[in-house]
């Protein structure tokens, strides 16, 4: 088996940067949605009503 030089090493670790970040970036996207959507499951129904006594549920 023939192992990697310095350079190739670094040249593999620069290729997976992008993809890596990509994923990150795209799991807390994610997480974040997921959270939102949970909270307006549970709470969305108040916060209709809160805004329409406000008059603000045009707004949505």
Do not use: Y
């Amino acid at each position: 088996m023939k192992r990697m030089t310095k350079a190739q090493h670094d040249q593999r670790l620069n290729e997976l940067k992008g993809p890596a970040i990509a994923g990150t970036a795209l799991a807390i996207a994610s997480v974040v949605a997921g959270l939102a959507f949970g909270g307006w499951m549970e709470k969305g129904a108040s916060i209709l009503a809160v805004m329409a006594e406000s008059g603000l549920s045009w707004c949505l």
